[in-house]
């Protein structure tokens, strides 16, 4: 389950056209017997409690993922597992339980959703234990928003339940997510991820903020109409979950046709050390009007040493922009480098002039200033000599 901060208020909003409280409706005598919740004749019964399903789908994720640039060190040669959890509530407090869990991986050349779903509360410790050998310690586990989310909840409930469990390494594609396309469509929930980088469109999708209460009215009246659209949300979740990191991994070659950040892809890439990739990615981002992806480029060609790569990437920001950071790079440069100190003391005049409503930089660039001025005429009395 994802959170979002429209969730809690549709909540409120839906409690309040309830009406009031009365004992004939809350009666624990007209609640169903254990025995008669039941999610469906398509689950296979594991436990006094615990219901299991199976779905496979043609989706071939390994084919998918030629080029893991992106999670190259993360994920490269590791088995990969999609999850995603439905709670009885949207906060990570400890009354908060999850009563479905998906887990998608790929086998065969099929991709496998494994389901596992609880009927009832005291049934939890059970739950967990029949789940527990899907959290494997050698397994990649992806999700959106479990590291901050899903994998809390899961982790509270084996405390609660005085069960060893450490949460196995994760993958959350939030945050990669955000940064590679929040330029673009603003919010990265996952709905608004699937509908216009993805051009995926459900059809009678259940919202989030009604699976709690859908699960309420299951144990309160036995009823799995509503409870079958969210086994189907949860599944199409964790689908999703396979596809976005596909298309992710594949952003930028000629497999995938999705607009994205170039700039941020270009710095996600040489964070996860594939530079060549990265350096190319921020210059066609500086080739776009990106000022900042130039900047960082050169700063990269430093970096490693390239101070020939460098110092052109520079010489355009200052010369066509008054990029500030690349001036004071490039008067570096020919201060420590060339030793070049007219060239250098021209450069920090510009900047001096420039920056004169902006009093801590400006008293900095004085400071440089006067420093290679010294430097200079030192410079030309050894010369003299």
Known sequence: ???????????LSLLRTRGPW?????????????EELNPGDDWEQRGDYTFFKQ??????????????FLFGKEIHGSRLVFYDTETTGLSGGAGTCFFLIGFGYASGGRFLVDQFFLKDFPGEKEFLEMIKPWLQKDAVYVSFNGKSFDSHIIRTRYMMNRI??????????????????????????????????????????????????VYFNFL????????KRVFLHNEQDIRTLANLLSVMEGVGSTAVDVPFDVAQYGRMLIAAGAIEQGIAALLKAYRNGSVSAGAQA????????DFSHAEQMWTR?????????????????????????KAAVTIVDK??????????????????????????EKNVRSQKK
């Open 298 to 305: 050169g700063l990269i060609y430093k970096k490693r040493g």
């Open 220 to 227: 309160k009246t036995g009823s799995v109409a509503e409870l």
């Open 1 to 11: 389950m994802t959170r979002d901060p429209d969730l809690l208020k549709n909540r």
């Open 55 to 68: 779905s496979a789908s043609g989706f071939d994720l390994n084919r998918n993922l030629l080029c893991p």
């Open 351 to 376: 900047m001096v002039a420039l920056t004169g409503d902006t009093p801590g930089v400006h008293q900095e660039l004085l400071k440089r200033q006067e420093r290679l001025l010294r430097k200079g």
């Open 22 to 34: 009365t004992k004939n409706t809350s009666s624990r005598s007209r609640l169903p017997q254990v």
């Open 164 to 213: 060893d469990f450490d949460f196995p390494k994760q993958v959350d594609l939030l945050h990669p997510s955000r940064r590679l396309w929040r330029s673009l469509i603003g919010s990265c929930r996952l709905k608004g991820l699937e509908e216009q980088i993805l051009r995926i469109h459900r059809e009678q999708d259940i919202p989030g903020y009604m699976v709690p209460d």
């Open 317 to 341: 920001l200052w010369a066509g922009e008054n990029h500030l950071l690349s001036g004071i790079e490039l008067a570096k440069y020919y201060e420590h480098k060339l030793k070049d100190f």
